[in-house]
């Protein structure tokens, strides 16, 4: 067996008790219910001791600081609302940015930012609610828009009547006003209400805000809402937790219907040489390099007034790099403080792909090239131009991700090959294979949310010596699928079965009506009752470690786990002698598009799904064929 070095890099064109598991691919998708959230439960005081860090007498009327728990608002109206609730006890990022700019602009593109703007959750959501009638309640959204839940929006609300705060997501008040360390799943944890100047909770590391808080005048800083200066929260409290994986369990390791494990990142690192060897979730994901725990970079921890504060700090990037990314209009999300000036309604509006506000266009516009009916909202030009330098800056922000996702990818794994068998020749079959490795020591690759998303998949192409591609696998079909059993045009006979393809995609498997097991995407039991549910299990399922009659096939690879993908092209394909490229990449989305219209995606949600499809450890070898 010969392995061939690789010699150039090559671009190229690249889904009882009567339990009825339905595969709703083909299916359109079903209007959703607007059915309220439930009111926010309160959860217990904390029995961990949290100690007041460097704080001095400055902190000292806060009510956090005295380590006594702070109320929430009750809605004085609709209790489903969220109106009545003051907001000012919820602090923006936008406003932490005043002073923590680095940490903001890290933040306002991660995933964690984008967590209540995602359109593909609001649809997975509403879907769910749909098929349960509403019996999800408020589960999905207490992670992703977990301010809102607990301020009592509606659940079904849309993100123009939602506040600034739960537009934000996963946001900095999510985890800097959390006392308690819950160490639980499921995404049951609670937010300190609390005006700006209310203590945050930290690592505690290298504290300098008594110093800051000493020198008003100097820092040009305030506690309170009279004077003059920037607003300064008065005090850091220590919460050890939150340098710590346990943190993370919260929203990242979640259960739901059947009993089953649909976020099991904790699981897999539980396990994981990574925690043997004391690496924590934050120093591979908030690390100076993506991926790996090399350490981290330093910065000022603030700046005040001008001034640096602590320079020599310890940062954490707030990026969160993993492999999602974003599909929502780009004048929403990255997070922007000048975008924030028009609505999401009025960005939605705004035709970003045909160029508005650019130069380009609207030259054609002024010389009648082109005419557009626009919105009143964009009739003048100034103020599309104005747009369009927001879009341009979030574009560059998600281009910049992008490269970060390549990266935390690429230092997560590794690939051997290609290994030949024999020596290649004409009308021989030609037989090869890769060595594809997970050197993450955390967790699976891919981990996550497993089940519908997310994908990783082989894409290995042979081009003859006229450059014509005579064979590949992992292409996709017309929407942009593998070629697998849930692909619309491999149904519709339009393509064949990719029958080699490599794919780390974890599937259901379910038993169906007649006894027989199925793969698929999204299990929902429908009852002979007219409401179906997602209801807990009448059995112990964690004693039989899965369902009955519903399992996870999980095909992603273990930490340093290893597998090899072998392919064979046959020999009536190799019709002439000469200089053969092969050509490698692995390739990474966050959704598939059929389970994106199952839920009811958009057209326009799909191209933004396919337009970010990463690809990496793409690389290509010649191979000599003799004749």
Not at 116 to 137: A, R
Not at 234 to 256: L, P, R, W, Y
Not at 311 to 325: E, L
Request: some cysteine.
């Amino acid at each position: 067996m010969v392995q061939v070095s690789r010699v150039s890099l090559l671009a190229c064109a690249w889904a009882g008790t009567m339990l009825v598991c339905v595969m709703f691919s083909r299916q359109d998708a079903v209007a959703g219910s607007r059915l309220f959230a439930e009111a926010p439960s309160q959860t217990q005081q904390s029995r961990s001791e949290l100690k007041l860090a460097q704080n001095g007498e400055a902190a000292g009327g806060g009510a956090a600081a005295k380590g006594t728990s702070i109320e929430i608002m009750k809605p004085k109206s609709d209790p489903h609302s969220g109106q009545g609730v003051d907001e000012s006890l919820y602090p923006t990022a936008a406003q932490c940015g005043g002073c923590h700019k680095q940490i903001y602009e890290e933040w306002s593109s991660s995933q964690h930012a984008y967590a209540s703007i995602s359109p593909m959750f609001h649809k997975f959501e509403q879907k769910f609610q749909s098929l349960t009638q509403g019996t999800v309640g408020t589960f999905c959204v207490r992670c992703h828009q977990q301010v809102g839940t607990q301020i009592g929006e509606a659940r079904e609300a849309p993100l123009w009547k939602r506040s600034q705060i739960s537009r934000e997501g996963v946001t900095c008040i999510t985890c800097h006003r959390v006392k308690e360390q819950y160490g639980k799943v499921n995404g049951e944890r609670r937010i300190e209400p609390g005006k700006i100047y209310e203590p945050v909770y930290g690592s505690g590391e290298k504290s300098v805000i008594k110093d800051v808080l000493a020198n008003k005048d100097t820092y040009s800083v305030k506690t309170g809402a009279d004077g003059r200066g920037n607003d300064i929260h008065a005090g850091m409290i220590t919460n050890d937790q939150i340098t710590k994986s346990e943190f993370c369990v919260s929203c990242h390791q979640v259960a739901v219907n059947l009993g089953i494990k649909l976020e099991i990142v904790w699981d897999q690192y539980r396990d994981s040489p990574a925690r043997k060897a004391g690496v924590s979730c934050q120093d591979c994901h908030m690390g100076k390099n993506p991926g790996k725990p090399d350490g981290y970079a330093t910065a000022p921890s603030a700046i005040v007034g001008g001034k640096e504060v602590n320079p020599g700090r310890k940062h954490a990037n707030h990026r969160f790099i993993g492999p999602g990314y974003s599909i929502a209009h780009p004048g929403i999300f990255p997070h922007n403080t000048k975008g924030q000036a028009m609505s999401i309604e009025d960005w939605l509006l705004f035709d970003w792909r045909a160029g508005w506000g650019s130069r380009k266009f609207e030259d054609k516009v002024a010389a009648g090239k082109i005419k557009v009916d626009f919105p009143k909202r964009w009739a003048d030009a100034s103020d599309r131009e104005d747009a369009r330098e927001i879009i341009d800056e979030n574009l560059k922000k998600l281009d910049e991700r992008d490269k970060l996702r390549r990266e935390v990818m690429e230092n997560s794994s590794k690939v051997d090959g290609p290994y030949i068998q024999g020596t290649p020749r004409t009308g021989a079959e030609l037989a090869f294979s890769y060595k594809i490795k997970n050197v993450n020591t955390g967790h699976n690759l891919p981990s996550g949310s497993l089940g519908a998303q997310p994908q990783l998949w082989v894409n290995v192409a042979l081009v003859d010596p006229d450059g014509k591609n005579i064979w590949e696998s992992g292409y996709v079909d017309s929407n942009g699928d593998m070629a697998d059993l849930h692909s619309l045009d491999v149904a519709a006979g339009r393509i064949d079965t990719d029958q080699m393809l490599v794919s780390f995609q974890t599937k259901f498997l379910t038993t169906n009506v007649k006894g027989t097991d199925r793969e698929m995407y999204l299990p929902v039991n429908f009852d002979i009752d007219p409401l179906p549910q997602l209801r807990p299990p009448q059995i112990p399922t964690t004693v039989l470690n899965h369902p009955p009659l519903v399992r996870m096939e999980n095909h992603s690879l273990a930490p340093l786990g290893e597998r090899v993908a072998k392919y064979s092209v046959p020999g009536k394909l190799i019709k002439k002698p000469g200089k053969y490229r092969l050509a490698f990449r692995m390739r990474s989305r966050a959704e598939p598009v059929y389970f994106m219209r199952f839920v009811g995606a958009t057209k326009a949600m799909e191209q933004s799904m396919n337009e970010r499809i990463m690809n990496f450890h793409d690389f290509a070898v010649d191979v000599d064929v003799k004749g």
